[in-house]
T-cell receptor, first 113, second 114 residues
Framework: GDSVTQMEGPVTLSEEAFLTINCTYTATGYPSLFWYVQYPGEGLQLLLKATKADDKGSNKGFEATYRKETTSFHLEKGSVQVSDSAVYFCALSDRTNAGKSTFGDGTTLTVKP | EAGVTQSPTHLIKTRGQQATLRCSPISGHTSVYWYQQALGLGLQFLLWYDEGEERNRGNFPPRFSGRQFPNYSSELNVNALELEDSALYLC?????????????FGDGTRLSIL
């Protein structure tokens, strides 16, 4: 079945540091890939997405590229801010398993001033 | 635009009881998804409803069930509650368009089983 494996957390960085959160996936079909973010006390919200190989999703300075050859969708940001402190979830939605999204376990990021 | 709304925010039950959780999707969204977020277990897919029909379900026992109403709102029912059902239950909705569409989440219902 489908699965998503995320880099284990928690991750603690200083402000302006470079961020990478690794995400790899297993899917039987051709999935769409997503990153969601959950800020403290809030629900999940979409951060970015990519629907086919080599697509790059980007939002709020975050980027992730759909790499079919390595089945990866790593999240990166060049310079993190304290306000980026949150839990980040990698997810896939597989067209061959309609409607079911598979989520990673989440990675908690804390950015210190 | 109003987001996905869930009620109640918190629900406390005892073992063996039944719980009903409610979700209203974003206007124009036809699909509703339910997830269980138990401590330390991440998000587990429960159910997907689209156009009033159950389209897919995750690996949960039949005592987890639900429905979608003509206005696209949805209920999740959990019968014969067990201690391990304690979790945050998240509802999400998406517009028509298949798996390319991102899901929009509500803030969840925290279910506690005593």
């Amino acid at each position: 079945g489908d699965s998503v494996t995320q880099m284990e957390g928690p991750v603690t960085l200083s402000e302006e540091a470079f961020l990478t959160i690794n995400c790899t996936y297993t899917a039987t079909g051709y999935p769409s890939l997503f990153w969601y973010v959950q800020y403290p006390g809030e629900g999940l919200q979409l951060l970015l997405k990519a629907t086919k190989a080599d697509d790059k999703g980007s939002n709020k300075g975050f980027e992730a590229t759909y790499r079919k050859e390595t089945t990866s969708f790593h999240l990166e940001k060049g310079s993190v801010q304290v306000s980026d402190s949150a839990v980040y979830f990698c997810a896939l939605s597989d067209r061959t398993n309609a409607g079911k999204s598979t989520f990673g376990d989440g990675t908690t990021l804390t950015v210190k001033p | 635009e109003a987001g996905v709304t869930q009620s109640p925010t918190h629900l406390i039950k005892t073992r063996g009881q039944q719980a009903t959780l409610r979700c209203s999707p974003i206007s124009g969204h036809t699909s509703v998804y339910w997830y269980q977020q138990a401590l330390g277990l991440g998000l587990q897919f429960l159910l997907w409803y689209d156009e009033g029909e159950e389209r897919n379900r995750g690996n949960f026992p039949p005592r987890f069930s639900g429905r979608q109403f003509p206005n696209y709102s949805s209920e999740l029912n959990v019968n014969a509650l067990e201690l391990e059902d304690s979790a945050l239950y998240l509802c999400a909705s998406s517009p028509p368009g298949g798996s390319n569409q991102p899901q929009h989440f509500g803030d969840g219902t925290r279910l506690s089983i005593l």
